[in-house]
């Protein structure tokens, strides 16, 4: 049984940072890229970052140059390193194997000012 578990989040003050990581078992992504998305409340769920399998990574305008996207292979994890938050980046956070339907719980994240 494939599971995603996200961790990582909290509350911080605008400015502050917050490193999430995705645990994934029952499966090796390892050959899959991989993506951190993020759905704020009325909104619809957006990719904010992914990672390929050579390690290749791509982010959304929204946070360009403060966030950062990794992953360790023999741990079947991925990270997402937040930096510079803003209120707007206020949102549940979720990792997902690109194309497919494994979803983990998320994990929030609240950025106050």
């Known amino acids: 049984q494939v599971q995603l578990v996200e961790s990582g989040g909290g509350l911080v003050q605008a400015g502050g940072s917050l490193r999430l990581s995705c645990v994934a078992s029952g499966k090796n992504f390892r050959q899959n890229a991989m993506g951190w998305y993020r759905q704020a409340p009325g909104k619809q769920r957006e990719l904010v970052a992914h990672i390929t399998s050579g390690g290749s990574t791509n982010y959304a305008d929204s946070v360009k140059g403060r966030f950062t996207i990794s992953r360790d292979n023999a741990k079947n994890t991925i990270y997402l390193q937040m930096n510079s938050l803003k209120t707007e980046d206020t949102a549940v956070y979720y990792c997902?194997?690109?194309?497919?339907?494994?979803w983990g719980q998320g994990t929030q994240v609240t950025v106050s000012s």
């Open positions: 997902n194997p690109l194309g497919t339907l494994y």
